[in-house]
């Protein structure tokens, strides 16, 4: 049997995301923070032996790495590449269904904003992209001269972004709306500044994100999209 030329073996590392347990461990660290290995079993469901050997194999894998502090360990995805890999699997998967209000809150605030590993998703991060192109601040996965200049008053490192290894401005389909948000390195950068201004605070679903009364306020200063600006208030 002739065998086919492949530009990659894909194969090992399908493999290890295709297991129920280290999908739910990777899914958890979408949001990019580091979580140690106590938490991940929480939220996978199981023991901390069976998380414990599931996070060996991912770290073998090169899919997680692992941060010390002390004594403690923290896990978090290897970089923003197994977060695209990720969205792009939710994009093609089924959701799952429904069967508590519990469950029914959570979809909601994961759908009205959260982070994509290091960027803004759901209705908040696709108003945000359509606030940037239809302000004219954004075109052709570019910033336009008078973006370049907004943002940067905004805190946002543009010119750290630009210099990144990282793709700058890509559009990322957003798996719930369907329709893109701000990627790469910018959508990073803007993340980064939005919570360091305060306007958005982490909530306590896992990679859901709030917005608050101050991102309120600065965001229809900026924005005409309700998108960005009709999400749950902080309570």
Same mark, same amino acid.
């Given at each position: 049997?002739?065998?086919? %030329?492949?530009?990659?073996?894909?194969?090992?590392? %399908?493999?290890?995301?295709?297991?129920?347990?280290?999908?739910?461990?990777?899914?958890?660290?979408?949001?990019?923070?580091?979580?140690?290995?106590?938490?991940?079993?929480?939220?996978?469901?199981?023991?901390?032996?069976?998380?414990?050997?599931?996070?060996?194999?991912?770290?073998?894998?090169?899919?997680?790495?692992?941060?010390?502090?002390?004594?403690?360990?923290?896990?978090?995805?290897?970089?923003?590449?197994? %977060?695209?890999?990720?969205?792009?699997?939710?994009?093609?998967?089924?959701?799952?269904?429904?069967?508590?209000?519990?469950?029914?809150?959570?979809?909601?605030?994961?759908?009205?904003?959260?982070?994509?590993?290091?960027?803004?998703?759901?209705?908040?991060?696709?108003?945000?992209?359509?606030?940037?192109?239809?302000?004219?601040?954004?075109?052709?996965?570019?910033?336009?001269?008078?973006?370049?200049?907004?943002?940067?008053?905004?805190?946002?490192?543009?010119?750290?972004?630009?210099?990144?290894?990282?793709?700058?401005?890509?559009?990322?389909?957003?798996?719930?709306?369907?329709?893109?948000?701000?990627?790469?390195?910018?959508?990073?950068?803007?993340?980064? %500044?939005?919570?360091?201004?305060?306007?958005?605070?982490?909530?306590?679903?896992?990679?859901?994100?709030?917005?608050?009364?101050?991102?309120?306020?600065?965001?229809?200063?900026?924005?005409?999209?309700?998108?960005?600006?009709?999400?749950?208030?902080?309570?």
């Amino acid at each position: 049997m002739e065998h086919i %030329a492949r530009d990659a073996d894909v194969a090992p590392v %399908a493999a290890l995301i295709a297991d129920p347990t280290r999908a739910a461990i990777l899914t958890a660290l979408l949001d990019g923070r580091a979580l140690a290995a106590g938490e991940l079993a929480r939220v996978a469901g199981v023991s901390a032996a069976t998380a414990s050997a599931h996070l060996a194999r991912l770290l073998d894998g090169r899919l997680v790495d692992v941060v010390r502090q002390g004594r403690h360990r923290y896990y978090r995805l290897s970089g923003h590449e197994v %977060a695209e890999v990720l969205e792009v699997l939710a994009r093609i998967s089924a959701r799952p269904p429904v069967r508590s209000l519990r469950q029914s809150r959570q979809a909601r605030l994961l759908e009205e904003a959260r982070t994509c590993y290091d960027h803004l998703a759901g209705r908040a991060g696709v108003g945000l992209l359509d606030g940037l192109r239809t302000g004219g601040f954004y075109a052709g996965a570019d910033l336009t001269g008078e973006g370049e200049r907004l943002l940067t008053g905004l805190g946002v490192d543009v010119a750290g972004a630009r210099g990144s290894r990282r793709r700058f401005a890509p559009e990322c389909l957003d798996w719930t709306e369907r329709r893109a948000h701000l990627g790469g390195a910018l959508g990073a950068a803007v993340t980064y %500044a939005l919570f360091e201004r305060g306007w958005y605070r982490r909530g306590t679903v896992p990679r859901a994100v709030i917005l608050t009364d101050e991102g309120r306020e600065g965001l229809s200063a900026l924005f005409p999209s309700k998108e960005l600006t009709s999400h749950t208030p902080v309570t």
